[in-house]
């Protein structure tokens, strides 16, 4: 097989590690990429930040394209399909990174509100790779879920097989938190562009919180931010923003939790999402796979991360607030984000960008340790099942 020229964005870990036995890597940042700087890749790797269509790929004769994402819609996949270029995507790679991040957003809004989560009912809107970890992650923190999810709901139907999913007005009129796990869709069945409108809001319980990790556009940010100025919604946090990556700064100012699109941005999914393309494209060319890049990172005995467990005379809840933002505190990156709210638009946006791109090596809660002789009884469902810590 003849060396290939293999083009891939920066921020895609271990890129060379996977790719080079198959010829050249060069990297370069996603947003900058140009249909002159394709022309001369045979493969193409990717992350959201870059539009793949007719206009970047005119003069290209590419065998493989690859996004390290889970969502697709920053890819023109018929186009892919009409010039029979093979196209792969990360689906579920960052699903636990942005489950981590849900489970310690909850954690925390319910301490800085000094209520428990235990009892409360939580709508998930989507229940695939995301919303299926937090249905089975959020009854440890003592929660009762509502699962939302009108394409699984159809297909089960038509199956013939019964499911617990629930309408949309179900989860509106019962939830006490909603989180969203949506991709973006502007037409079609489902369509979930500005799903969070201000019908939806109105219809909101008082008092509900409100969390968005999907896609910006999935929240009309003009209608929730309305609904926060009437006080209609108890909490929010947003990882996510329409017109990324120029946030509307009043947006982030009026939400409880603001982040720069991050929750899936721990290191072990950004690899699983680099050995995920690496395996679509030997597939494609016939190869045998023969690197594991999630094994190679994972903590050794003698390297693991380990927590210090909490007091054990605290409450469950403010037990594991202590322990989880061990492993993951969102309020550092919020922090972050509040920094650029001053700042001149075109800075602003540059900022937020570098947020994204120099983001430090955060690792999934599930390759955290707690000394098993440190968690009582009563609290070993919240480490193994809620946070997926080991206990050990």
Known sequence: MSPLNILADANIPRVEDAFGPFGTVRRMPGREMEPSDVAAADVLLVRSVTPVGPELLEDTDLRFVGSATIGTDHVDRA????????????????????????????????????????????????????????????????????????????AAEA?????????????????????????????GPDPTHHLVDEAFLDRLGDGAWLLNTSRGAVVDGGALLEARRQGGVGAVGLDVWENEPSPDPALIEAVDLATPHIAGYAHDGKVRGTEMLYRALCEELGAEARWEGTAAIRPSSTDALRCRAPDPRLPVADWGFQLARQAYDPTVDDASLRDLVGLEPG???????????????????????????????AHERIVAEGLTMQIG
């Open 347 to 377: 800075a602003r946006e540059a900022a937020f960008r570098r947020l994204r791109a120099q983001y430090r090596r955060r690792r999934e809660m599930q390759q955290h340790t707690v000394p098993a002789t440190a968690v009582p009884s």
């Open 159 to 187: 199956a013939g097989k019964p499911h617990s999913f629930v309408s949309l007005n179900t989860v509106l009129d019962t939830a006490d938190v909603v989180t969203l796990h949506v991709p973006l869709k502007e037409s």
């Open 79 to 154: 186009h892919l399909r009409s010039r029979g270029i093979p196209f792969a995507h990360a689906p579920g790679s960052n699903a636990d990174s942005v489950a981590d991040y849900v489970v310690a957003a909850l954690l925390g809004l319910a301490r800085r509100r000094g209520v428990s989560l235990e009892g409360q009912t939580v709508g998930i809107v989507g229940c695939g790779n995301i919303g299926g970890r937090l249905a089975r992650r959020l009854p440890a923190l003592g929660m009762e879920v509502l699962k939302h999810d009108p394409p699984q709901a159809r």
